[in-house]
């Protein structure tokens, strides 16, 4: 019979799962939004359906700023280390349900560890 695990660690694993999801799409948005306008230019370039100037120069320099973001944020990064620490703390529970000798402290050494990876790649 597997033993119960506090709600608090699940909890836990879940606000990190969703925050690795939000991470990732922030990270696909600005990168999808950047290729958008990195297309729609280039194809101005050959077509010239966008009639103004000032349009191009603004498509332009929105690519670049999410561009910018996109290279400096690391979204993808960070929605990588709250994966790495949800994984941790599951596998901490799956051990803690089925090992009756291991104390509710190992579940709390598995958030520690998982901030600890959280800390080394720049995630908070």
């Known amino acids: 019979m597997l033993r119960a ?3 608090e660690f699940e909890q836990q694993r879940k606000r990190w799962v969703h925050t690795s999801n939000n991470w990732y799409n922030i990270h696909n948005v600005v990168g999808g939004a950047s290729a958008a306008l990195s297309v729609i230019i ?3 370039a050959k077509a010239n359906f966008l009639h103004s100037d000032w349009t191009t120069t603004l498509l332009a320099a929105g690519a670049a700023v999410l ?3 996109l290279t400096t ?6 929605g990588m280390a709250f994966t790495l620490a949800s994984r941790e703390v599951e596998a901490a529970m799956f051990r803690y349900s089925t090992d009756p000798t291991l104390p509710e402290s190992f579940l709390g050494d598995a958030v520690a560890r998982g901030i600890e990876l959280l800390n080394k790649n720049g995630a908070i």
């Open 5 to 7: 695990v506090p709600p």
């Open 42 to 44: 280039a194809v101005n």
């Open 67 to 69: 561009t910018f973001l």
């Open 73 to 78: 944020f690391h979204a993808d990064k960070k």
